[in-house]
Every structure is written in structure tokens, then in C-alpha cells.
């Protein structure tokens, strides 16, 4: 798994060994399943590859290469990276070809706007109106966050990281808000996987977990808004300090 590269080699190693355009070729791709809809499989391969850092920014992409590795013609994968370009995901430059696009800092920004928009409001008007179901699972999935930090399991962490703020929506009754958050995070996710290595970052992000989940149970709107506002701005920190490390890695 990506992150589990990125724990190996080390934030400062990463895509590193050769010059710019010469790193490793990324590791293959899962061919799809013939009997389920092509296209959907192959962005979301695709997408996967990108936001767990599989295929590094700026990364060159061939066409002909992806189509092999995924067992389809050349037509779908074409799709499939024109819905990314517009995702932000990948560069088509003219004469040029495909390739990955960097780590935006101003998608970042943009990208972290409209969420903290979104999921203050969530947690606000979830404050004192969540069911007691609700409470259980969510004290379940943190509890569950605790042990995969005890352990190191960084994936499992996101996992239920992604679980915790999908469950907030869902509860608070607004579905089709975490689906927007969905589309618009993808330059997050990629910000989220570079800062696994860090150390203390999961702890601190499982701590702001707990607060926000505190202030929920406790019908605080106030206090849960201002305490997802602070979670949410974490990424910005973050990003700050990888751009410095990682500069390949990110532009405007």
C-alpha cells in the first residue's frame, strides 16, 4: 500500500533516487472486472493510484501502458483521465501527454474552504439531536481509531477517519454533502497520505476527533463549529511543512 511506502522509505524519500521524470515507473494496476461496468472501475483505479500516492505528482502517464496493465482498450482510459483532469488530478498538456498533476496548494485551499463550510454547519445542527445509535457507533469508530493508532495501522486510521466524517453527515441528514466533500477533497487526500509519517500527527488528529464528538454529545454547537473549524484547518498546517520537505511534490 502507498502509505505503508511512505513509512518505509520516509517522507524525504519518497519518488527520490532519480531526477525529475525519472522516477520509478509506478507498480501495475489491478485489471478490471469484464462482467462489472468498465469505465467506473478504471477512474476509480486511477483516482485511487493518485490520491494514495501509487503514481506520483508530475508522474508521466501513457495511455497504451494503462490500458495493458487494466486489460481494455485504449478509449476508456482515455475517459477515465479526462474526468480526472477536470478533478484537478491530472495534467493533459497539448503535444505533450498525460501526467500527474502536482499537489495544488490553492486547491488545497479551496478544498479545505468549502469543507470547513460544509461540516461546521454539519456538526452544528447535529449538536444535541444526535440519536443515541448514532452516539454508540460513533464511540465505537473512535474507540476503534485509538487502537489503530496504538498500533500503527495508519490505513485503518483513514479508513475510519473517513468513516467519522461521513457518519456526521449521514446523521445529521444531509447525504449529498459529504458526496460534494468527496469530489472537492481529492487534493486533501493527497496532502492526508504525505503527512502519514509524521510523527504525533494521528494522535492529534484522533484528539480532535474526540473534542468534536464530545461537543456533539454535549449539544455545544458553538463549541463542536469551532472545534471542527480547528480540525479542518489542520491540513493547512500540514501542508505548509510538506511543501517545505516535498517541494516536487506541490505547486500553485
Known amino acids: 500500500m502507498a502509505s505503508k511506502l511512505l513509512m518505509e522509505k520516509g517522507l524525504?524519500?519518497?519518488?527520490?533516487?532519480?531526477?525529475?521524470?525519472?522516477?520509478?515507473?509506478?507498480?501495475?494496476?489491478?485489471?478490471v472486472n469484464n462482467r462489472m461496468p468498465i469505465s467506473p472501475q478504471i477512474y476509480e483505479r486511477l483516482r485511487r493510484a493518485i490520491t494514495t500516492l501509487v503514481m506520483l505528482p508530475s508522474e508521466a502517464l501513457s495511455e497504451q501502458d494503462l490500458a495493458?496493465?487494466?486489460?481494455?482498450?485504449?478509449?476508456?482510459?482515455?475517459?477515465?483521465?479526462?474526468?480526472?483532469a477536470d478533478e484537478g488530478?491530472?495534467?493533459?498538456?497539448?503535444?505533450?501527454?498525460s501526467f500527474v498533476a502536482?499537489?495544488?496548494?490553492?486547491?488545497?485551499?479551496?478544498?479545505?474552504?468549502?469543507?470547513?463550510?460544509?461540516?461546521?454547519?454539519v456538526v452544528q445542527r447535529l449538536a444535541g439531536h444526535a440519536s443515541q445509535?448514532?452516539?454508540?457507533?460513533?464511540?465505537?469508530?473512535?474507540?476503534m481509531?485509538?487502537?489503530a493508532v496504538a498500533e500503527g495501522d495508519r490505513e485503518l486510521f483513514l479508513e475510519l477517519d473517513e468513516a467519522f466524517h461521513r457518519r456526521l453527515c449521514e446523521e445529521a441528514g444531509l447525504p449529498r454533502s459529504w458526496r460534494v466533500i468527496q469530489v472537492v477533497k481529492l487534493q486533501m487526500d493527497r496532502v492526508r497520505y504525505l503527512s502519514l509519517p509524521e510523527p504525533g500527527h494521528l494522535e492529534t488528529l484522533l484528539a480532535q476527533h474526540v473534542e468534536i464528538f464530545e461537543a456533539l454529545e454535549a449539544g455545544e454547537a458553538k463549541?463542536?463549529?469551532?472545534?471542527m473549524t480547528a480540525h479542518?484547518?489542520?491540513?493547512?498546517?500540514t501542508v505548509q511543512r510538506l511543501n517545505l520537505a516535498r517541494p516536487d511534490f506541490f505547486g500553485r
Open 12 to 31: 524525504s524519500d519518497v519518488g527520490r533516487g532519480k531526477g525529475a521524470g525519472q522516477r520509478e515507473p509506478s507498480r501495475a494496476l489491478e485489471p
Open 133 to 143: 445509535a448514532f452516539i454508540a457507533s460513533v464511540r465505537a469508530n473512535l474507540e
Open 232 to 237: 479542518l484547518r489542520e491540513v493547512l498546517r
Open 145 to 147: 481509531q485509538r487502537k
Open 223 to 227: 463549541q463542536a463549529g469551532a472545534r
Open 102 to 121: 502536482p499537489i495544488r496548494l490553492s486547491d488545497v485551499e479551496e478544498a479545505q474552504f468549502i469543507r470547513e463550510a460544509l461540516e461546521v454547519s
Open 68 to 84: 495493458q496493465q487494466l486489460g481494455v482498450s485504449r478509449t476508456p482510459v482515455r475517459e477515465a483521465l479526462i474526468r480526472l
Open 89 to 97: 488530478l491530472i495534467d493533459i498538456l497539448p503535444q505533450r501527454g
